[in-house]
T-cell receptor, first 116, second 111 residues
């Protein structure tokens, strides 16, 4: 049981290049999320998905696209990278704790992206 | 955007001391979570509080959710070096499956 995995772990891009970050979870969770973490700003939600084939915008969606073609995978794409997208990106998945009335999130180890 | 402010932003204390971290907002949340994050890793969930006024204890850590469900606190008794890390609060909004994170408190416990 690997939990939430992310690839790659590190990446350096030049301005204008594109890339895709892959997130995979083996816990059969319905919900998946992409966050970015910047110093002094906590984590900010980019996009999320409440199920296979569905996606929705979070707080900071501009410059990113996502797809959830399979329940276990959530892809984050940068079509034309900008230096402002230099950050650490975290994927998370969650399930509904029906008895407790809340959702529990599990995070991947992160992808450190630098855009030059 | 539902802003969650954490204070203090940085905290450096000696082993054995007590400390409290605060998480405040003007918004109401359906639940609030606390995470700890170590360098190079993703956040790990410590606790979820759901009911206004709720208090939960996890060994030396005590978590409280404000009566109005707008704020929370984390109290650590007799801090140890292993408590060092970044503490994040996160409030659940909407149907409860969207989370807004606080700005984080970086704790260093000196042996």
């Amino acid at each position: 049981n690997a939990g939430v995995t992310q690839t790659p772990k590190f990446r350096v891009l030049k301005t204008g290049q594109s890339m895709t970050l892959l997130c995979a979870q083996d816990m059969n969770h319905e919900y998946m999320y992409w966050y970015r973490q910047d110093p002094g700003m906590g984590l900010r939600l980019i996009h999320y998905s409440v199920g296979e084939g569905t996606t929705a915008k979070g707080e900071v969606p501009d410059g990113y696209n996502v797809s959830r073609l399979k329940k276990q995978n959530f892809l984050l794409g940068l079509e034309s990278a900008a230096p402002s997208q230099t950050s650490v990106y975290f994927c998370a998945s969650s399930y509904s704790n029906v008895r407790g009335g809340f959702y529990e999130q599990f995070f991947g180890p992160g992808t450190r992206l630098t855009v030059l | 955007t539902q802003l969650l402010e954490q204070s203090p932003q940085f905290l450096s204390i000696q082993e054995g001391e007590n400390l409290t971290v605060y998480c405040n907002s003007s918004s109401v949340f359906s639940s609030l979570q606390w995470y700890r994050q170590e360098p190079g890793e993703g956040p790990v969930l410590l606790v979820t509080v759901v009911t206004g006024g709720e208090v939960k204890k996890l060994k030396r850590l005590t978590f409280q959710f404000g009566d109005a469900r707008k704020d929370s606190s984390l109290h650590i008794t007799a801090a140890q070096p292993g408590d060092t890390g970044l503490y994040l609060c996160a409030g659940a909004a909407g149907t409860g499956n969207q989370f807004y994170f606080g700005t984080g408190t970086s704790l260093t416990v000196i042996p």
